[in-house]
């Protein structure tokens, strides 16, 4: 079983990492720390990363059964064997060769009144978004020279019709003949 970590620290994303011992660790403690310490570092790269404006969102799926050659996966007419960065679309691809399986981690679709902002940089940046806040609904309506209120409904008599106002969506009826 590890115990323990390095002593040094890792800065990632601008946060300084450290790991101290209270007594000096034995040879074979500081590789399990280092190993420990090479699973943990690169997992942290995993957490949702955040713009001033708006967050990244990720969806990943995975392609069973691709055609593997000398330890590179084929792919959507790509060769490669380690992890792939696409900025067109934004996406990353990681070929895992022995289980035949690439997995694909692509940009969500941006939320209502966001767009994506960083197209022109590397996955997972090219993800980020930048959002504006969405306009109010509209709640009034109009006919004519006529303003409805939301809700409100209106007989008029020339022309004979019924105007009805719903979220900002007017309903016209005309009237029945008879």
């Keep these: 079983m590890c115990i323990g970590a ?29 190993l420990a310490w090479m699973v943990f570092v690169p997992s942290l790269m995993w957490l949702p990363r955040c713009s001033g404006y708006g967050k990244a969102a990720y969806k990943v799926s995975e392609a069973h059964n691709v055609y593997v050659a000398l330890g590179f ?10 992890t792939l960065y696409l900025q067109d679309p934004c ?32 996955f997972p940046d090219c993800c980020r978004t930048e959002c504006h806040p969405l306009p109010p609904p509209q709640t009034t309506c109009h006919y004519r020279d006529t303003v409805l209120q939301n809700g409100e409904t209106l007989v008029m008599s020339r022309p004979c019709v019924s105007l009805y106002c719903v979220a900002g969506n ?8 008879g």
Excluded at 74 to 81: G, I, L, T
Excluded at 170 to 177: G, K, M, Q, Y
Aim: charged letters at 15%; proline letters at 8%.
């Design 6 to 34: 390095p002593t040094s620290g890792v800065k990632i994303r601008g946060t300084m990492l450290r790991a101290t011992f209270a007594q000096k660790p034995s040879a074979g403690t500081q590789v399990c720390g280092m």
């Design 170 to 177: 007017l309903t016209i009826i005309p009237c029945a003949s």
């Design 73 to 82: 996966c084929y792919y959507n007419y790509r060769n490669f064997n380690s």
């Design 91 to 122: 996406i990353r691809m990681t070929c895992y060769a022995k289980n035949k399986t690439v997995r694909i981690v692509s940009c969500e679709p941006p939320e209502p009144g966001c767009h994506w902002s960083h197209l022109d940089q590397r």
